[in-house]
């Protein structure tokens, strides 16, 4: 006999991803703005006169709108997808879902977790594949981008988890 009820559940999911799912696409492409179009800026840039600098880690690449990305996105995703708790109707719907309520923030905690790291990675491996085609050795490294993104992971979690408490 098959067990009915999953830790998963595909119709909160789908919910999820049309609610907030705009959330980590935007995350992505600002990410994409900080960091591999920004490398390949500085490197096609043919103006002598305008001398970019290119910083010994990627931390140090757009670091202040990095830092603002850092803080902004996830607690606008914890808003965002524990929004039903404070809306009366939306609240009563959710509840009245034969789903355990401990269930429920668990699988919008682990969606948020994957919405805020899903585009670190891809980010992360878009920096891999420039790595071989930008002269930026140091900076395109496997442990500094390794060290990037296990850096924005950590601070990304930490303050999605703090804005979920």
Not at 44 to 49: E, G
Not at 71 to 83: C, E, G, M, T, Y
Request: charged share 10%.
């Amino acid at each position: 006999m098959r067990l009915k009820t999953l830790l998963f559940n595909k119709g909160i999911f789908i919910q999820n991803i049309r609610h907030v799912g705009w959330i980590g696409l935007g995350y992505f492409v600002c990410l994409l703005f900080a960091m591999p179009l920004q490398l390949l800026l500085a490197y096609t840039n043919d103006n002598q006169f305008r001398y970019h600098q290119i910083p010994d880690q990627l931390i140090g690449l757009s670091k202040d709108f990095q830092v603002i990305l850092t803080f902004i996105f996830p607690v606008l995703l914890a808003i965002f997808l524990f929004r039903y708790i404070q809306v009366k109707l939306s609240s009563d719907f959710t509840h009245s879902l034969p789903i355990k309520r401990g269930l429920l923030f668990n699988q919008h905690l682990l969606f948020g977790l994957l919405v805020l790291l899903v585009p670190v990675f891809v980010v992360a491996a878009i920096l891999l594949g420039l790595g071989s085609f930008l002269p930026y050795e140091e900076l395109l490294s496997f442990s500094s981008i390794f060290k990037w993104a296990l850096t924005t992971t950590l601070f990304n979690v930490f303050v999605f988890v703090s804005g979920v408490f």
